[in-house]
């Protein structure tokens, strides 16, 4: 298995799907995310290795490509891709479970409490820290 991490060259941002131009309206409504989605991550290092392969960026890439790349989303090819996952300073780094909580250097787990009635609903379990 090879790794390879990337790093950026400006300001990543990583838009999702939602249509607009100069226009029509402020571009504050645009949506990101963070990280990138695994299929915006796999579809970068597919063109680049298509592109280092001589793949000039236009149109569909040379079916000698297909075996290694694939040629559509019902044919990935052999390639197989894992993550993306985020590293800082050589460390990888893992999201928090949400039930974790820290009080000055005690880290632990929030355990379910006594069952009751608010607005979120009946029998509602709220957590309790030990």
């Known amino acids: 298995m090879r ?3 990337f790093e950026p060259v400006d300001t990543w ?3 999702d799907g939602t249509p607009y131009s100069i226009d029509t309206g402020p571009q504050l409504d645009v949506g990101g995310s963070f990280p990138p ?3 915006v991550m796999a579809g970068a290092m597919r063109a680049a290795l ?10 569909r890439w040379p079916r000698e490509f297909n075996a290694t790349l694939g040629d559509g989303p019902d044919n ?10 985020l590293i800082h300073k050589g460390e990888l780094l893992l ?12 880290l632990g787990f929030a355990l379910p409490g006594e069952e009751m009635t608010c607005d979120l609903g009946l029998r509602v379990r709220t957590p309790r820290v030990p």
């Open 50 to 59: 298509a592109t280092a392969r001589g793949w000039d960026g236009t149109g």
């Open 3 to 5: 790794m390879f991490a």
């Open 95 to 106: 999201p928090a479970p949400r039930h974790l909580w820290k009080k000055e250097h005690q």
């Open 13 to 15: 941002f990583f838009r």
């Open 76 to 85: 990935l090819g052999c390639l197989s891709l894992k993550g993306p996952f």
């Open 37 to 39: 989605s695994p299929f």
